[in-house]
């Protein structure tokens, strides 16, 4: 039989670096055939740096079915549940299969412009805001209701794992990652006696859609962030968010809880 393929992905700090070498010298001597990269016939994806290099390694190859782990050698590492300390007991429980399955959410976008409609998938989160750092005017709707006209820096939607991630710094809540919610967070609103927007967040039901319509004059002068990467539309109309049934695989170790993590990275 053959032995099953590994992909190790590494950014390009020496931690890392140095990290693959040890975790591909363990996968081989476990039975496993370690792939310096990323092979779709794969059985799992080890990612290693920080969440930015999770976020990047699930965008880059699409949103893959395969299972992902990570080990974190980055500042945060809230995706990356594996300390590279610990890569001999994580490769034993991997190959006792002494783990769960979870599902990371992810956010679909659906973006209107004149002619055409573009579809986009963040882990993190979506951030609609002007160009240049101006103000923007929307009106919001939530499953079709008009909810306000907003004005302010942006809205973002997150999902409950980006949740405490940029959502957290503008203020919002910390959801648990299992709930099945869409988080609406204005950053920076404005709340004047010219311009009502509300200043706190939203928790909405996941089949619920959230829709974002620009005034008239941000159609060529929007910025739209996925997980943190740039996008500017052109005729820009109007940004449909909701939670996908497409998800990320992740896999989880017992001795990881959520609350460890939470306080080990936060406080
Ligand atoms: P980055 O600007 O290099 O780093 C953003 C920081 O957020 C890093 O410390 C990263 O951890 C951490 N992070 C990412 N996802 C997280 C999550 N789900 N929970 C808690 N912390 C998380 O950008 P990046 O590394 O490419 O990550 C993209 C993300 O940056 C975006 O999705 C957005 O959430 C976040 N961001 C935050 C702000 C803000 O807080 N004001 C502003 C812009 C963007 P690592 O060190 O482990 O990579
Ligand atoms: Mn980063």
């Not at 081989?28 to 290693?48: D, M, Q, R, V, Y």
Request: glycine letters at 6%; a positive charge.
């Amino acid at each position: 039989m053959s032995r099953p393929i590994i992909n190790i992905l590494s950014n390009a700090n020496f931690e890392s670096k140095k990290t693959a070498s040890t975790l591909h010298k363990e996968l081989s001597n476990n039975g496993f055939e370690p792939f310096n990269g990323f092979n779709k016939n794969a059985k799992l994806t080890i990612c290693i740096g920080g969440d930015g290099s999770f976020i990047k390694a699930v965008h880059k190859n699409d949103f893959p079915e395969m299972p992902f782990v990570g080990i974190n050698t980055g500042h945060l590492g809230f995706y990356q549940e594996i300390k590279p300390d610990e890569i001999e007991k994580f490769v034993l429980d991997y190959k006792n299969e002494n783990y769960k399955i979870n599902d990371i959410k992810l956010i679909r976008s659906d973006i209107y412009t004149k002619n055409k409609t573009y579809k986009m998938y963040s882990i993190n989160e979506v951030v609609l805001k002007a160009a240049h750092s101006k103000t923007i005017h929307m009106n919001v709707f939530i499953d079709r209701n008009h909810v306000e006209k907003f004005s302010g820096d942006g809205i973002l939607v997150c999902t409950p794992s980006g949740s405490t991630a940029y959502n957290m710094s503008s203020g919002g809540a910390i959801i648990y990652p299992s709930i099945h919610v869409l988080q609406m967070t204005p950053i920076s609103p404005v709340s004047s006696s010219a311009y009502r927007s509300l200043t706190k967040s939203v928790v909405v039901p996941g089949s619920h859609t959230i829709s974002l319509v620009i005034e008239k004059r941000y159609k060529d002068s929007n910025l739209l962030l996925v997980d943190g990467s740039e996008y500017f539309f052109n005729n820009l109309h109007r940004v449909n968010v909701r939670l996908s049934n497409k998800v990320i695989k992740k896999l989880s170790f017992s001795n990881n809880s959520y609350w460890d993590n939470l306080k080990d990275k936060f406080l």
